[in-house]
């Protein structure tokens, strides 16, 4: 998928695309099973016309813009992806381009009417638009369906707009998805994901202080060494304590246990700042694997983290002997977790073969 970011660094204003494109425009946050729907129409669109699929997004979330803007942090969405895995995803549903707009005052304050006549005519060259029922755009959100759909008949392209996508009489929106991970329903979230919920990025270092912890207790390797994926973003849509399955660096996944959060029971001023940390300590770590990676650490490598049940919020202890005690019980539910599925594949390979 090629990525375009930004439009208006363009040499003697030439197009963003070589040439016309089929488009749809919105913040896809987790890329759900609406949006996918909504892609796949694109692509059949797209085809008809003979044209490339195109997905305008926005970096940072407009909601985020505003939040800032007015000094109210409360009005900035939590975060269901980061920017990486919300590429990623676009590229597995096909889509060979997308352009993505730095959300700033400049974009913030463009008029619909130019918004459709510099962007979506000049520097992309759309020959179809498809949006969502609840699409508007514009400075003070003053552009809709009914301006777009005029000014393409106008143009010379065709606009289209797709209803809510329901599963099982839910709608399926971003909203429903950072509902489920807020309350820890990862099975929930993972039904309007059509996959479980994952983030991934590079592993970093950290204050190292997992491999100090609980080298006295059964099973933990080196003490609880953990895998840290840091954020920009402050505002997660799930936190706390997950069982979790780590893609990336073994040949199959490696089962695990994880905290998304800010880690309550440390200092906020230690290395990570009180910035949101993805830690996660492997239950099994193969002796080939630690012979595969330099030295035997994994910094700098891309995983993927699927989040698969949560055990419970952050705690704060009050020791780091009773934090140690509390990753071991942890590192136990989630081995329970590990079993009671295998106990439920085991007997619907059963059922399967009555």
């Known amino acids: 998928m090629k990525i375009i970011r930004g439009l208006w660094n363009r040499p003697n204003g030439a197009p963003a695309l070589p040439g016309a494109c ?58 269901i992806a980061t920017l990486r895995d919300k590429l990623e995803e676009l590229s597995r549903c096909g889509v060979d381009q997308c352009v993505v707009l730095p959300f700033n005052e400049r974009l913030a304050s463009q008029s619909p009417e130019a918004f459709i006549q510099d962007t979506l005519v000049g520097a992309l060259g759309v020959r179809y638009v498809l949006v969502g029922d609840d699409f508007r755009f514009g400075a003070r959100r003053a552009g809709d369906y009914a301006m777009l759909d005029a000014a ?25 998805v950072r509902e489920a991970l807020a309350q820890g329903r990862m099975q929930d979230a993972a039904a309007l994901l059509g996959r479980p919920y994952a983030i991934s990025g590079h592993v970093v270092h950290g204050r190292k202080l997992g491999r100090e912890l609980g080298e006295s207790s059964p ?10 994926l840091r954020f920009s ?31 309550p029971s440390l200092d906020p001023d230690d290395v990570n700042g009180g910035r949101v940390l993805l830690e ?23 995983v993927r983290v699927e989040l698969l049940h949560k055990l419970h919020d952050e705690l704060k202890y009050d020791s780091l002997d009773a934090l140690t005690r509390g990753i071991a019980r942890d590192c136990d539910d989630a081995r ?3 079993a009671s599925l295998h106990t439920q594949t085991h007997r619907q390979t059963t059922r399967d073969r009555i």
């Open 22 to 79: 089929a488009l749809t425009i919105g913040n896809f946050d987790g890329v759900h099973r609406g949006h996918q729907a909504m892609l796949a129409l694109l692509q059949s669109e797209a085809r008809h016309r003979g044209v490339p699929t195109c997905v305008m997004t926005f970096e940072p979330h407009p909601r985020d813009f505003f939040a800032a803007m007015q000094r109210r942090p409360e009005l900035a969405p939590a975060r």
């Open 152 to 176: 393409g008949s106008r143009l010379g392209f065709d606009v289209a707009r797709m209803q809510s996508y329901e599963v099982h009489g839910l709608r399926v929106s971003s909203s429903a």
């Open 219 to 228: 099973g933990a390797r080196d003490g609880f060494r953990t895998l840290n």
């Open 233 to 263: 973003h402050w505002k997660p849509a799930a936190s706390g304590i997950f069982a979790v399955h780590v893609h990336g660096l073994w040949d199959t996944p490696l089962p695990g246990v994880a905290n998304l959060g800010v880690r």
């Open 280 to 302: 996660t300590h492997c239950l099994d770590w193969p002796a080939e694997l630690a012979r595969r990676l330099p030295g035997g650490e994994a910094y700098g490598k891309i």
């Open 336 to 338: 329970a977790f590990f």
